[in-house]
């Protein structure tokens, strides 16, 4: 099942985001965190298992390991002090 992430934070803020490859052959560059789900483009990750997650902003970084095994996952990044936004569907 995938991943859709985004941001909750301001957008004038240069983050990225990079999703780990232990499931599947995907991609696993950093790329520019989302506004919101609306572009599969750049907002969806197609895994199924146990993933990490990581944010960066400058030298500045966080990581969760995440389960999309059985379902699909929405996360919303809060900030590097906050905990993720987690719906799972």
């Given at each position: 099942m995938p991943f859709n992430i985004r941001s909750g934070v301001s957008q004038s803020r240069d983050i990225k985001v990079f999703v780990s490859k232990y499931s599947v052959d995907?991609?696993?560059?950093?790329?520019?965190l989302a506004p919101n789900f609306n572009d599969a483009d750049k907002s969806h990750w197609q895994r199924n298992g146990w993933e990490v997650v990581v944010f960066k902003e400058g030298n500045v970084r966080r990581g969760w390991y995440i389960d999309c095994s059985n379902k699909i996952v929405d996360i919303t990044f809060n900030g590097f002090s906050q905990d993720l936004g987690l719906v799972r569907r």
């Amino acid at each position: 099942m995938p991943f859709n992430i985004r941001s909750g934070v301001s957008q004038s803020r240069d983050i990225k985001v990079f999703v780990s490859k232990y499931s599947v052959d995907g991609n696993d560059s950093w790329f520019p965190l989302a506004p919101n789900f609306n572009d599969a483009d750049k907002s969806h990750w197609q895994r199924n298992g146990w993933e990490v997650v990581v944010f960066k902003e400058g030298n500045v970084r966080r990581g969760w390991y995440i389960d999309c095994s059985n379902k699909i996952v929405d996360i919303t990044f809060n900030g590097f002090s906050q905990d993720l936004g987690l719906v799972r569907r």
